[in-house]
């Protein structure tokens, strides 16, 4: 699909998956209890370089 919009093969891609905490919000960088479970969504990103500087960006999906 990458390819399809901006005519080049990404440099690289990732890919995280999804999560929600049930308790801890914004507490596990400061050392406190979280209850996170892993969901079945992830989010994927592909990228590449451009030497105009600009950045473009599309989205896929819901």
């Given at each position: 699909?990458?390819?399809?919009?901006?005519?080049?093969?990404?440099?690289?891609?990732w890919?995280?998956?999804?999560?929600?905490?049930?308790?801890?919000?914004?507490?596990?960088?400061?050392?406190?209890?979280?209850?996170?479970?892993?969901?079945?969504?992830?989010?994927?990103?592909?990228?590449r370089?451009r030497?105009?500087?600009?950045?473009?960006?599309?989205?896929?999906?819901?």
């Open positions: 699909m990458f390819r399809e919009l901006h005519g080049r093969a990404p440099e690289g891609v890919s995280a998956p999804g999560r929600v905490n049930l308790i801890g919000e914004h507490t596990d960088y400061n050392d406190g209890f979280v209850m996170p479970f892993a969901l079945p969504h992830r989010a994927a990103m592909a990228a370089r030497e105009d500087s600009t950045l473009t960006v599309a989205t896929l999906g819901d």
